[in-house]
């Protein structure tokens, strides 16, 4: 039996409307290209920059339950805040963010993130000072790696201890395209 797209997509909308969902997702476009978005009832759980929707959706089934569909409507007030963040509009995001099933010193280090201002950069050392944990810069740069929300956990902005930029997971160039956005980079002039 084959089931219309419509009655599909109305089914998946109903499921969320109904608190059914452990994971609500869909796919966001953006001028970085094309993200994977995900809520629970907490807040924004996952941004996953060229995502792989299947292997994505596994594995939030394992981190958060296995009620997971891709559902719009729960990631419209994710959608529209990048929307404004990527047109220029918004520099603080307001958006709740799950991240119970951080460790601790993960969950530190991204409150920590999540307080280094728009169009500003800091360092891996600084996070890791600001932690109270000044000897793991390594650390931190591996929660870095593993941010599940980059963007609104804005870990584009963290830098090496000498200014340049290194380790993000969505690609150097991405990286500098948002800090250009932000400002916290100059354009390069050609000669």
Do not use: W
Not at 1 to 11: E, I, N
Not at 87 to 109: C, I, Y
Not at 161 to 167: D, K, T
Not at 174 to 182: A, C, H, I, V, Y
């Amino acid at each position: 039996m084959t089931v219309s797209p419509t009655l599909d997509a109305r089914f998946r909308e109903a499921a969320a409307a109904a608190g059914l969902l452990d994971v609500a997702y869909d796919l966001a476009e953006t001028p970085i290209g094309t993200l994977l978005v995900a809520t629970t009832d907490r807040g924004l759980c996952r941004i996953s920059i060229d995502p792989q929707p299947d292997r994505e959706a596994e594995a939030l089934a394992h981190t958060f339950g296995v009620r997971v569909l891709r559902a719009t409507k729960p990631i419209d007030p994710v959608r529209r805040q990048l929307d404004e963040y990527f047109e220029g509009k918004r520099t603080e995001f307001e958006l709740p963010v799950d991240l119970r099933h951080q460790a601790a010193f993960s969950r530190a280090v991204l409150g920590r993130l999540a307080r280094v201002p728009y169009g500003q950069v800091t360092t891996y050392g600084a996070l890791a000072a600001a932690a109270d944990r000044p000897k793991a810069a390594r650390a931190v740069g591996t929660v870095m790696n593993r941010n599940p929300v980059p963007i609104v956990l804005p870990c584009h902005r963290v830098v090496g201890a000498n200014g340049s930029l290194v380790g993000y997971g969505g690609g150097l160039e991405r990286k500098e395209q948002l800090l250009k956005l932000e400002g916290a980079l100059q354009p390069q002039l050609d000669m």
